[in-house]
C-alpha cells in the first residue's frame, strides 16, 4: 500500500522545485517559497488541464510550498523531494484525473529544480513551444540541477537526444524512462555524465534492441533495469565498466549468448535478473565471484549441464530461481554445494523443469528458512 501511494502521488504531478537562493533564505525564518518560483509555478499551472482541480491549492497569495505536489525543505528553503506517504485525498484525486495539457516553458525558470516526476500524466505532447512537441528533451538539459527525473509514460520515440540530454545532466542521481517508447540510440555522444552522479537507470519496457553502449561510460551505475525490451543477440563484455552495479534487470528479453565474463566481476552485484531469455552454454565457475549476490534469477533460458561448485561461495543467496533451464545433474551435488555456505540464509529454491536427477536425502531439512521449494518436473526419486 505504500508503495501504491508512493506510486500515486509520483504519477501526480509533482513539480518539486529547489533551492533558489541562499541568501534570501534564512534557516532560522519560515521560509517561504521564492517569488520567482511562485510565479513560474503559476504559469505551468495555467497551461495545464487540470479537470479535477487537484492542482486548486496553487493560488496566486499562498506560500508556494504549502501547494500540494511542491514540497519545500523546512529548514534551507530548498523544494525537495515529496515525502514517500502520500495524504489519501492525493490518491483519490490523482484516480478521479489526469493532469494533460501542454509544459508551460516557465518551467525553464525553475532553475534549481532538483526533482522533476511527470510520469503517467497524459501530456500527449510535452509543448514548449520552441521546441515542438517532444521531438527533442534540448529543454531538458536548462534544468542543470536536476537529481530525479521521471518522464516514464511519456511517448518520448521521437525525441532522439533524450539520452545525449539526459544522460549529460551533470547532477542527475535518478532517471527514469520506462514504457516510453523509446529505440535504439544511433547518436554519438561526447560527454556523458562527467560527474558520473548517475546512479539508478531504469529503462524497463522500452523497445530497445540492443544495451545503450553510452551505459558502459556510467562508472557511478548502482541499478539499471532493461527488462521487458526487445534485446536480442550476445550480451556486450562491457560490465567491467560500471562495477558498482548492484543491481542488474536484463529480464523479459532475447538475449542468446553466454553470460559475459565481466558481469561475474561485479563484486558488488545483490540482485542479477536474467530470467527470460535465451541465455545458453554453462553457467561459469567465475559466478563464485559474485559473493554479494542475494537474489539471483536465470529462470526460462537455456542454461545446460551443470551448476559449477562455485555456488558454494555464494554466502548471501536468499532467492535462486533457474526453473525451466537444461541443468542435467544429480540434485544432491547442488545440495551440497548451497549447504557449504547458503544453509542459513536460502529463502527460496526453483529448480523446476530442469533435467535434474538422483533421490533426495535428508540434505535439505538443514536448510532452515527455506520457506519454498520446487523440483517439479525433473527426474528426482524420493
Ligand atoms: C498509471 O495510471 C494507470 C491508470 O490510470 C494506473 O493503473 C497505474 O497504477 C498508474 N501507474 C503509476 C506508476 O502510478
Ligand atoms: C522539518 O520537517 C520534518 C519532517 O516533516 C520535521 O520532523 C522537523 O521537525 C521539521 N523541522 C523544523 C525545524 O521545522
Ligand atoms: C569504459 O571506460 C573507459 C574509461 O572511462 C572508456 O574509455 C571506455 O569507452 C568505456 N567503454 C565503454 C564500452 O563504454
Ligand atoms: C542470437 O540471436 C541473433 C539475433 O537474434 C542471431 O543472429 C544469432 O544467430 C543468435 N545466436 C545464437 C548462438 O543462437
Ligand atoms: C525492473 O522494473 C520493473 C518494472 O518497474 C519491476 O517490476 C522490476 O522489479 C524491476 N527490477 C528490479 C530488479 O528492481
Ligand atoms: C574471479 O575472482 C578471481 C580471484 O579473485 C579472479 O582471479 C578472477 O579473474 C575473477 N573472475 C572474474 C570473471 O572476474
Ligand atoms: C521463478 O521463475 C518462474 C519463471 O520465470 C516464475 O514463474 C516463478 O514465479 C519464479 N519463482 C520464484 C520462487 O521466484
Given at each position: 500500500m505504500r508503495a501504491a501511494l508512493t506510486n500515486a502521488l509520483l504519477g501526480f504531478l509533482s513539480v518539486i522545485a529547489a533551492a533558489i537562493c541562499f541568501s534570501c533564505c534564512d534557516a532560522n525564518s519560515n521560509v517561504l517559497c521564492i517569488e520567482s518560483e511562485r510565479e513560474a509555478l503559476l504559469k505551468l499551472k495555467n497551461d495545464l488541464n487540470d479537470p479535477s482541480n487537484s492542482l486548486s491549492s496553487w493560488v496566486e497569495t499562498e506560500d508556494c510550498c504549502k501547494w500540494i505536489g511542491v514540497f519545500c525543505?523546512?529548514?534551507?528553503g530548498h523544494v525537495t523531494r515529496p515525502e514517500d506517504d502520500a495524504p489519501f485525498t492525493q490518491w483519490e484525486a490523482y484516480e478521479q484525473s489526469k493532469l494533460g495539457g501542454t509544459i508551460n516553458p516557465s518551467l525553464l525558470q525553475l532553475k534549481h529544480l532538483t526533482s522533476l516526476d511527470l510520469s503517467n500524466n497524459s501530456f500527449s505532447s510535452i509543448q514548449i513551444p520552441e521546441f515542438d512537441e517532444v521531438r527533442s528533451l534540448q529543454w531538458v538539459s536548462g534544468l542543470s540541477s536536476l537529481q530525479y527525473l521521471d518522464l516514464s509514460e511519456v511517448h518520448l520515440h521521437k525525441a532522439t537526444d533524450w539520452l545525449q540530454v539526459t544522460f549529460n545532466l551533470p547532477n542527475l542521481l535518478e532517471l527514469h524512462l520506462s514504457d516510453c517508447l523509446l529505440q535504439d540510440d544511433t547518436s554519438p555522444i561526447s560527454i556523458v555524465n562527467s560527474r558520473k552522479s548517475l546512479a539508478v537507470l531504469d529503462l524497463y519496457l522500452n523497445q530497445f534492441s540492443s544495451i545503450p553502449m553510452s551505459i558502459f561510460s556510467l562508472h557511478g551505475l548502482v541499478s539499471l533495469n532493461l527488462s521487458f525490451n526487445s534485446l536480442n543477440g550476445p550480451i556486450p563484455d562491457y560490465f567491467g565498466n560500471t562495477s558498482f552495479l548492484e543491481v542488474v534487470d536484463l529480464s523479459s528479453n532475447s538475449l542468446n549468448s553466454s553470460i559475459p565474463n565481466s558481469l561475474y566481476s561485479?563484486?558488488?552485484?545483490?540482485s542479477l535478473s536474467l530470467g527470460g531469455n535465451y541465455f545458453q552454454g554453462e553457467i561459469s565457475s567465475?559466478?563464485?565471484?559474485?559473493?554479494?549476490?542475494i537474489h539471483l534469477d536465470l529462470s526460462h533460458n537455456k542454461f545446460q549441464r551443470r551448476l559449477p561448485t562455485s555456488f558454494e561461495d555464494l554466502c548471501k543467496l536468499k532467492e535462486m530461481n533457474l526453473s525451466s533451464n537444461e541443468i542435467d545433474q544429480d540434485i544432491s551435488e547442488i545440495l551440497r554445494s548451497l549447504s557449504r555456505c547458503s544453509l542459513d540464509c536460502l529463502e527460496s529454491l526453483n529448480m523446476a523443469k530442469n533435467q535434474l536427477s538422483g533421490h533426495l536425502t535428508d540434505q535439505l531439512g538443514k536448510f532452515e528458512n527455506l520457506a519454498y521449494l520446487s523440483l517439479a518436473q525433473n527426474k528426482i526419486y524420493g
Open positions: 525543505n523546512n529548514l534551507t561485479l563484486h558488488h552485484l545483490q567465475a559466478i563464485g565471484n559474485l559473493s554479494s549476490l
